[in-house]
C-alpha cells in the first residue's frame, strides 16, 4: 500500500480502501460526528460503525454534512448480538438503514458469532442470518458480506449451508496477537482480513518494545502499529476522537519497517492484552 487511497479487493470484485476509520466506543452525538467528519475531511473514505456502537446516527449525519458523495465513501455497520436469525437480521438491517439514514451499504457483518441468546443454536442462527445477508447482497441493498470474531470452526459451519461465502473476517489483530489459524484460513479462503483495535484498544502505547521501534524509524508507535498491521495484509480500523491523532493514523505511507520487525512485533506475545474467546462471551 502507498497511500490512503489505495485499496484493497474483495473476492466480489468490491474495492475498499486500505484504512478504515474505526468508531467503537466514540460516544453518539457531537463527538461521533465531529471525528467522523473530522476523519473524511483528513482523507478516510472507510467508516466503520455498528449497530451496537449505537452510533450509527451520528455516522450517517457525519457522512450528510462531509459533502462527498455517498458512492465516494466506503460504510460498515454490523448486526448486533440479539438480532441472529432470518427475520431479525431483515429487522435489525432496516433499523440500521434508517438511522443511517442511507440507502444502501457498502459492507454488513455479523459482529458475533456466538451471542450468549443462542449459545445452544448459534449454527442454526448463523445460517438464518446468512441468508438473509444473502438475499440483501442479491437485491443490491449491501455491496459486500462478511462477518467478525469468527474463528474456524464458526466459519466452517457458516459455509454449510451459505451459497456465498464472506468477504471479510473482521478480527483483533493488533502487536502480539496475530491469530495464526483463523487468519490462514481466511488467505486461504480469500477472506479479506480486517484488524480492529490495531493499537491494542491503546495499550500498546506502554510496550517498550514499541517506544524502540518508534525511536528507531522516527514515527510514532500508533504509525509504527498501523504500518505494521498493512504490511500484515491486513485492513487496520484504528479509532480516535482526537483530530491530531485522527491525522497522524494514515501517515503512514512514508517508511517501511524491516521484515525482522515485521515478525518481532508479531511475536510480542499478548502484549496489547488477551483477546476474548467468541464462544464464551457474556453478551
Ligand atoms: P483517542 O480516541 O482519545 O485518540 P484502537 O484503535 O486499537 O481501538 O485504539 C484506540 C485507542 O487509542 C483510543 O483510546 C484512542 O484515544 C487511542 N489513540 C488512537 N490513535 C492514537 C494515537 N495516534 N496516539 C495515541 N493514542 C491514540
Avoid at 438475499?135 to 449491501?142: C, M
Avoid at 462478511?146 to 464472506?166: C, K, V, Y
Wanted: proline letters at 5%.
Amino acid at each position: 500500500m502507498k497511500s490512503l487511497n489505495d485499496s484493497y479487493q474483495l473476492y466480489n470484485g468490491v474495492s475498499i480502501p486500505c484504512i478504515g476509520f474505526g468508531t467503537w466506543q466514540t460516544p453518539d452525538g457531537d463527538m461521533a460526528v465531529s471525528a467522523v467528519k473530522y476523519a473524511i475531511e483528513s482523507g478516510y473514505s472507510h467508516i466503520d460503525t455498528a449497530a451496537a456502537y449505537g452510533n450509527e446516527e451520528s455516522v450517517g449525519k457525519a457522512v450528510r454534512i462531509s459533502g462527498i458523495p455517498r458512492k465516494d465513501l466506503f460504510i460498515t455497520s454490523k448486526l448486533f448480538n440479539p438480532d441472529h436469525g432470518y427475520e431479525a437480521t431483515l429487522k435489525a438491517f432496516d433499523l440500521t438503514m434508517r438511522k443511517l439514514d442511507m440507502d444502501y451499504l457498502d459492507l454488513y457483518l455479523i459482529h458475533w458469532p456466538n451471542p450468549i441468546q443462542f449459545r445452544d443454536r448459534w449454527k442454526e442462527a448463523n445460517a438464518g442470518t446468512w441468508k438473509a445477508f444473502e438475499e440483501l447482497y442479491k437485491a443490491g441493498k449491501i455491496r459486500a458480506i462478511g462477518i467478525s470474531n469468527f474463528r474456524t470452526h464458526h466459519i466452517e459451519a457458516l459455509l454449510e449451508t451459505a451459497q456465498i461465502a464472506p468477504m471479510v473476517n473482521q478480527i483483533r489483530l493488533c502487536p502480539g496477537e496475530t491469530q495464526e489459524k483463523v487468519t490462514k484460513y481466511c488467505r486461504e479462503h480469500n477472506i479479506l482480513l480486517e484488524a480492529y483495535s490495531p493499537l491494542g484498544t491503546g495499550r500498546v502505547f506502554e510496550v517498550p518494545e514499541m517506544k524502540q521501534l518508534s525511536e528507531k524509524y522516527g514515527k510514532s508507535i500508533a504509525q509504527i502499529c498501523l504500518r505494521w498491521s498493512l504490511q500484515m495484509g491486513y485492513l487496520p480500523l484504528p479509532k480516535s476522537v482526537n483530530p491530531d491523532r485522527i491525522r497522524e493514523n494514515v501517515d503512514v505511507f512514508d517508511f517501511e519497517l524491516s521484515a525482522k520487525d515485521v515478525t518481532l512485533i508479531a511475536g510480542l506475545k499478548e502484549c496489547c492484552g488477551p483477546t476474548s474467546n467468541p464462544d464464551t462471551v457474556n453478551f
